[in-house]
T-cell receptor
């Protein structure tokens, strides 16, 4: 059974600092890994999707890496802004069923 | 291009009642999945539908059921509601089946059982 873990559970940084969010998973037989952002009481917004054959994906200030052999993914957010404050969730996709971590709650202070 | 639409956004029901939630996927998407999100359990998979067929089911009691229509819209039903069913219910749509593809989520339906 896939177990997805996100560390740390919470993170507070001053504006401008780079963010590093970690995700680990136990079963490397995944189709892809996807990072999401969730604002309080809202749905999930897709940030980046990394296919199982890829090592990383980039979109603007966001970069995500994937190392299937070690069961790890890292989301980097450069030059953080207060608007980046949210909960960030990673998920692995195995046959159409997403398995989520508990998320990392991020607060970026002005 | 419209996103995933879930209705209603908020619901308050009494224990023992039943409820139906609706999800309209992105146009052209044929796969729909449902998830329950609670503070204690996080996001948990309920079921997945593709072309009106349920392909995958999570570990939820039989009170939770769903279906998908020919236009890919999906509904989930919860019968005999319990206080513990209070949660944010999220629907995700996918472009294709089984391919490595991106999941897009709706804003969710907040269900409160009193």
């Amino acid at each position: 059974k896939q177990e997805v873990t996100q560390i740390p559970a919470a993170l507070s940084v001053p504006e401008g600092e780079n963010l590093v969010l970690n995700c680990s998973f136990t079963d490397s037989a995944i189709y892809n890994l996807q990072w999401f952002r969730q604002d309080p009481g809202k749905g999930l917004t897709s940030l980046l999707l990394i296919q199982s054959s890829q090592r990383e994906q980039t979109s603007g200030r966001l970069n995500a890496s994937l190392d299937k052999s070690s069961g790890r993914s890292t989301l980097y957010i450069a030059a953080s802004q207060p608007g980046d404050s949210a909960t960030y969730l990673c998920s692995t996709d195995s046959w159409g069923k997403l398995q989520f971590g508990a998320g990392t709650q991020v607060v970026v202070t002005p | 291009k419209a996103g995933v639409t879930q209705t209603p956004r908020y619901l308050i029901k009494t224990r023992g009642q039943q409820v139906t939630l609706s999800c309209s996927p992105i146009s052209g998407h044929r796969s729909v999945s449902w998830y329950q999100q609670t503070p204690g359990q996080g996001l948990q998979f309920l079921f997945e539908y593709f072309s009106e067929t349920q392909r995958n089911k999570g570990n939820f009691p039989g009170r939770f059921s769903g279906r998908q229509f020919s236009n890919s819209r999906s509904e989930m039903n919860v019968s005999t509601l319990e206080l513990g069913d209070s949660a944010l219910y999220l629907c995700a749509s996918y472009l294709t089946d089984r391919d490595s593809t991106e999941a897009f989520f709706g804003q969710g339906t907040r269900l409160t059982v009193v």
